[in-house]
C-alpha cells in the first residue's frame, strides 16, 4: 500500500503542481488529477494547501474531490480493476463475470484484495459496446471478457 | 520487393481485443522473411465484431483480414495475404460497408488519425479554408441550411445555437465540445477521436472563427485513455503545423484549444454541470436560463456542442450544406452514425441517412443476437433511453420519429437484448444508476431515484399494488426534475414496464396474503 506523503515532500511537490497551473482556465480538475497521478490518491493533507492555492475555501475542494467518482480520498491497492456494469456489456453477459471477479478477488464494489492488493470499482461504460464484457485494469482497457479471460489477467498481476 | 503497406487499427476497441500483439506480430514476421512493412496505425473501420481488423493494400485497393489474433499472423504471411480463411475481401466491398454513407466518418479507419498530410489527401481542412473566406453570418446561414441538429441527443439546431453566441458582446467567446460520451451503447465520439481527431479540431476551429471565439476545450472522460492520448497529440500537431495558434492558417484569425479530463461523473455529459466541472466545481446543474450561450463557462458566451456535431462541420463547409441537407428524413436531416451493441452479431458503427427502421438496423444490418437467441428488447440512447419491443421496430430511426413513439435517439446507440435479459432487473438498474450518478441538486432526481430502487425491490417481491406507485413516481420524476438524468431516467423503467408487463408480475401474490 501507498504510504502517506511526508509533510514537507507534500508541499514541496503540491506547490509544484500548483505552479504548473497557475495559467488555467478553472484549474481544479486538472490539479486533482495530478495529485491523483503523484501519490495515487487525494492525501487529505493536499486540500488545504490546495484551497489556499486558489484562494478557495477548504469545504469547496472537499466538496469536488468527493464529488467525483474518481477521485480517492484513500489509497487504493497496487492495481485497479474496473469492470463494465452499464447496459450493453449487461447484455453480454457482464454480470456473470462482475460475480466471477468478485468471487476470485473476495471482494465486493470499491474493496481490495488481500492477494494481490487489487481494488475492483465499477465503471459506467467504456465505449466498447459492441465487444463487451469489458474492463480496465491498471488503464489498460480489454473486451471481450470471459472468465478464463479474467482468470489469466488476475494471474497476471498475482491474484 | 516493393514495400507492403499493412493496417493495423488503434481504436481502443482494437487494442482491447489484441491489436498491439498483432501489431507486434506482423512486424516480427516481416522482418524474419526479410519482408519491407509499412505498417499504418489507423482508426477502426467500425466492424467491431472483425477486430483486430488487419488491411493490406494492394494496386491501391485495400483488402481485409478479421478478426486476427498474433497466432494468425505467419498463416497470413504464408498465404502471401491472398486466400485465407480470415480474408473478407476488398473492405469497400463488404456489404456493412457499402450500405453505408459516410461523411462524418468518411476518413475513420482509413487515415493514420494522426497524419495532418493524410488528413488534407482525403479531403481535410478544405472545409477551414473555404470558412476563412466567408462572414459569420454567412456561415450562421450555411449551418442553418445544412439541417445539422445536436447529436448529443437534445437535437437543438446547431446554427441557431451558434447565431446566439455570435450576436452576444463579450471580451472572450469559447467552444467547448462535449466528449463526455457516458451513455452505454455509445462509442461514436471515441471512434471519431481516436480515428480521426483533426476533424474535431477542424469543426471547433469553424465554430470558434464563426462566432468569434478564440478558445476551445474538449472535456473528455477519464474512461477514454486512448482518445485523450490521441486528442492531444493532434491539437500537438495542429498548433505546430499553424492549423491552431495566433494564425489560423495564416489568417487573421487566432483560435487555440486544449483537452481537460473528466474525473468519472455521467452527469457532466449535461452541458451546464460540464460547464461547472471544467470550471473546477462540482459537476451540479444548473437552472437555465441562463442559457450557456449567453453565459457559459466562466460566465461567458459559450457554444457547447457534441463531438459529433463538431466533427460534421467541416464536411458541410467542404461538400456544402445542400449535399448534407439532402440525406435524411423530414426534419432529421443529414446522416447519424449509429452504434449497433450489447447482444448482436455484427456490432459496430454504422453511419446511414436517418429513416432507416429500428429493425432493419436490428435484424438486417446487426445480424440478430449474438446468442442466436429470439431478441427481447432494444435500448435505444443509452441509460435514459426507451426498451423498444419488437412490435415497434418499424419506427423510422429520426428525432420526432423515436419521440413519437415514446423514445429517444438519444446519441444514437442501439443496445439490443435477448430474450433472457430481466426487464424489471433493468428497471431496477435504471434507477439504480441515476441513484449512483445524480447530482443532488433537485429532489426528484436525488431522492425519487432512491425510492424508485425500492419500488421496484417490492414489485420483485411480488407486491404488485407498487405498481401505481412506481408509475406516480416516474410521473413525478419526468416533471419535475431539473435535467435529463432524472427527467428521462422514466423512459427506460416506463416502456420496461409498459411493454414488457410479465416481468413485474413474475412473483405477483394474492391480493388476500
Same mark, same amino acid.
Given at each position: 500500500m501507498p504510504t502517506p506523503p511526508a509533510p514537507a515532500d507534500l508541499e514541496g511537490r503540491l506547490g509544484a503542481i500548483l505552479a504548473d497551473h497557475a495559467t488555467f482556465e478553472g484549474p481544479l480538475l486538472p490539479i486533482l488529477h495530478a495529485v491523483q497521478a503523484e501519490w495515487g490518491y487525494v492525501p487529505p493533507e493536499a486540500l488545504p494547501i490546495i484551497a489556499e492555492g486558489l484562494n478557495i475555501s477548504r469545504a469547496e475542494v472537499h466538496g469536488v474531490v468527493s464529488f467525483y467518482h474518481d477521485f480517492r480520498e484513500e489509497p487504493a491497492g497496487r492495481h485497479m480493476l474496473k469492470i463494465c456494469r452499464a447496459e450493453a456489456c449487461q447484455?453480454?453477459?457482464?454480470?456473470?463475470?462482475?460475480?466471477?471477479?468478485?468471487?476470485?478477488?473476495?471482494?465486493?464494489?470499491?474493496?481490495?484484495?488481500?492477494?494481490?492488493?487489487?481494488?475492483?470499482?465499477?465503471?459506467?461504460?467504456?465505449?466498447?459496446?459492441?465487444?463487451?464484457?469489458?474492463?480496465?485494469?491498471?488503464?489498460?482497457?480489454?473486451?471481450?471478457?470471459?472468465?478464463?479471460?479474467?482468470?489469466?489477467?488476475?494471474?497476471?498481476?498475482?491474484? | 520487393m516493393s514495400k507492403l503497406k499493412i493496417y493495423v487499427p488503434r481504436d481502443a476497441a482494437a487494442l482491447a481485443v489484441d491489436a498491439e500483439k498483432v501489431a507486434e506480430a506482423v512486424m516480427a514476421e516481416a522482418k524474419i522473411r526479410e519482408i519491407e512493412v509499412?505498417?499504418?496505425?489507423?482508426?477502426?473501420?467500425?466492424?467491431?465484431?472483425?477486430?483486430?481488423?488487419?488491411?493490406?493494400?494492394?494496386?491501391?485497393?485495400?483488402?481485409?483480414?478479421?478478426?486476427?489474433?498474433?497466432?494468425?499472423?505467419?498463416?497470413?504471411?504464408?498465404?502471401?495475404?491472398?486466400?485465407?480463411?480470415?480474408?473478407?475481401?476488398?473492405?469497400?466491398?463488404?456489404?456493412?460497408?457499402?450500405?453505408?454513407?459516410?461523411?462524418?466518418?468518411?476518413?475513420?479507419?482509413?487515415?493514420?488519425?494522426?497524419?495532418?498530410?493524410?488528413?488534407?489527401?482525403?479531403?481535410?481542412?478544405?472545409?477551414?479554408?473555404?470558412?476563412?473566406?466567408?462572414?459569420?453570418?454567412?456561415?450562421i446561414d450555411e449551418m442553418k441550411e445544412s439541417g445539422l441538429r445536436g447529436r448529443g441527443g437534445a437535437g437543438f439546431p446547431t446554427g441557431i445555437k451558434w447565431d446566439t453566441v455570435r450576436l452576444a458582446e463579450a471580451n472572450q467567446k469559447y467552444i467547448v465540445a462535449n466528449a463526455d460520451e457516458g451513455d452505454s451503447g455509445t462509442f461514436a465520439d471515441r471512434m471519431l477521436m481516436e480515428g480521426d481527431p483533426f476533424s474535431l479540431i477542424e469543426g471547433m476551429a469553424i465554430a470558434g472563427i464563426c462566432v468569434g471565439a478564440t478558445r476551445g476545450y474538449?472535456?473528455?472522460?477519464?474512461?477514454?485513455?486512448?482518445?485523450?492520448?490521441?486528442?492531444?497529440?493532434?491539437?500537438?500537431?495542429?498548433?505546430?503545423? +499553424?492549423? #491552431? !495558434? @495566433?494564425?489560423?492558417?495564416? %489568417?487573421? =484569425?487566432?483560435?487555440?484549444?486544449?483537452?481537460?479530463?473528466?474525473? $468519472?461523473?455521467?452527469?457532466?455529459?449535461?452541458?451546464?454541470?460540464?460547464?461547472?466541472?471544467?470550471?473546477?466545481?462540482?459537476?451540479?446543474?444548473?437552472?437555465?436560463?441562463?442559457?450557456?450561450?449567453?453565459?457559459?463557462?466562466?460566465?461567458?458566451?459559450?457554444?457547447?456542442?457534441?463531438?459529433?456535431?463538431?466533427?460534421?462541420?467541416?464536411?458541410?463547409?467542404?461538400?456544402?450544406?445542400?449535399?448534407?441537407?439532402?440525406?435524411?428524413?423530414?426534419?432529421?436531416?443529414?446522416?447519424?452514425?449509429?452504434?449497433?451493441?450489447?447482444?448482436?452479431?455484427?456490432?459496430?458503427?454504422?453511419?446511414?441517412?436517418?429513416?432507416?427502421?429500428?429493425?432493419?438496423?436490428?435484424?438486417?444490418?446487426?445480424?440478430?443476437?449474438?446468442?442466436?437467441?429470439?431478441?427481447?428488447?432494444?435500448?435505444?440512447? +443509452?441509460? #435514459? !433511453? @426507451?426498451?423498444?419491443?419488437? %412490435?415497434? =421496430?418499424?419506427?423510422?430511426?429520426?428525432?420526432?420519429?423515436?419521440? $413519437?413513439?415514446?423514445?429517444?435517439?438519444g446519441h444514437a446507440g442501439v443496445v439490443v437484448f435477448d430474450d433472457t435479459a430481466d426487464?424489471?432487473?433493468?428497471?431496477?438498474?435504471?434507477?439504480?444508476?441515476?441513484?449512483?450518478?445524480?447530482?443532488?441538486?433537485?429532489?426528484?432526481?436525488?431522492?425519487g431515484a432512491v425510492r424508485g430502487v425500492e419500488t421496484v425491490d417490492r414489485i420483485a417481491r411480488g407486491d404488485t399494488s407498487a405498481i401505481p406507485l412506481l408509475t406516480d413516481l416516474c410521473d413525478t420524476m419526468k416533471d419535475s426534475s431539473l435535467c435529463a438524468l432524472g427527467g428521462f431516467t422514466p423512459y427506460p423503467v416506463m416502456s420496461a414496464l409498459t411493454h414488457f408487463p410479465d416481468d413485474f408480475h413474475a412473483n405477483a401474490k394474492e391480493a388476500a396474503e
Open positions: 447484455a453480454r453477459g457482464g454480470q456473470g463475470i462482475e460475480a466471477a471477479a468478485k468471487a476470485r478477488l473476495g471482494v465486493d464494489w470499491h474493496g481490495t484484495s488481500s492477494k494481490g492488493g487489487v481494488t475492483l470499482e465499477p465503471v459506467y461504460c467504456l465505449g466498447l459496446c459492441a465487444n463487451g464484457p469489458a474492463m480496465m485494469l491498471d488503464g489498460r482497457v480489454v473486451a471481450r471478457v470471459d472468465e478464463a479471460r479474467l482468470k489469466s489477467l488476475l494471474e497476471e498481476v498475482d491474484a | 509499412e505498417l499504418v496505425r489507423n482508426g477502426s473501420r467500425g466492424m467491431l465484431w472483425l477486430e483486430p481488423m488487419v488491411e493490406i493494400e494492394r494496386d491501391g485497393v485495400r483488402h481485409a483480414f478479421g478478426p486476427v489474433t498474433p497466432h494468425d499472423v505467419r498463416a497470413l504471411f504464408d498465404a502471401d495475404w491472398g486466400s485465407h480463411a480470415l480474408a473478407l475481401g476488398p473492405t469497400e466491398e463488404i456489404e456493412w460497408m457499402k450500405r453505408q454513407t459516410r461523411l462524418t466518418f468518411a476518413r475513420v479507419g482509413v487515415i493514420d488519425p494522426l497524419s495532418l498530410d493524410a488528413y488534407e489527401a482525403h479531403g481535410g481542412l478544405k472545409g477551414l479554408r473555404r470558412a476563412l473566406e466567408m462572414t459569420g453570418a454567412a456561415m474538449i472535456y473528455l472522460r477519464s474512461e477514454y485513455p486512448e482518445a485523450i492520448h490521441t486528442m492531444n497529440e493532434a491539437i500537438r500537431i495542429a498548433r505546430a503545423r +499553424g492549423v #491552431l !495558434g @495566433a494564425s489560423v492558417l495564416g %489568417s487573421a =484569425f487566432a483560435y487555440d484549444m486544449e483537452v481537460r479530463v473528466g474525473a $468519472g461523473a455521467y452527469v457532466c455529459g449535461e452541458e451546464t454541470s460540464l460547464l461547472n466541472s471544467l470550471e473546477g466545481k462540482r459537476g451540479v446543474v444548473r437552472a437555465k436560463p441562463p442559457l450557456p450561450a449567453l453565459e457559459g463557462f466562466l460566465g461567458k458566451p459559450t457554444v457547447v456542442n457534441n463531438i459529433i456535431s463538431l466533427g460534421t462541420v467541416p464536411v458541410i463547409f467542404e461538400k456544402g450544406a445542400a449535399h448534407y441537407r439532402d440525406f435524411g428524413l423530414g426534419r432529421s436531416r443529414g446522416t447519424i452514425p449509429i452504434q449497433i451493441a450489447g447482444n448482436v452479431k455484427f456490432g459496430g458503427l454504422f453511419e446511414t441517412a436517418f429513416g432507416t427502421s429500428l429493425g432493419a438496423l436490428v435484424d438486417e444490418i446487426g445480424g440478430g443476437t449474438e446468442t442466436g437467441r429470439p431478441v427481447k428488447a432494444v435500448q435505444v440512447g +443509452g441509460p #435514459l !433511453g @426507451a426498451y423498444f419491443p419488437r %412490435s415497434k =421496430f418499424d419506427t423510422p430511426f429520426g428525432y420526432e420519429e423515436f419521440d $413519437g413513439e415514446g423514445g429517444l435517439i426487464m424489471l432487473g433493468m428497471a431496477r438498474f435504471a434507477m439504480e444508476f441515476c441513484a449512483v450518478e445524480s447530482c443532488g441538486k433537485c429532489t426528484p432526481c436525488r431522492i
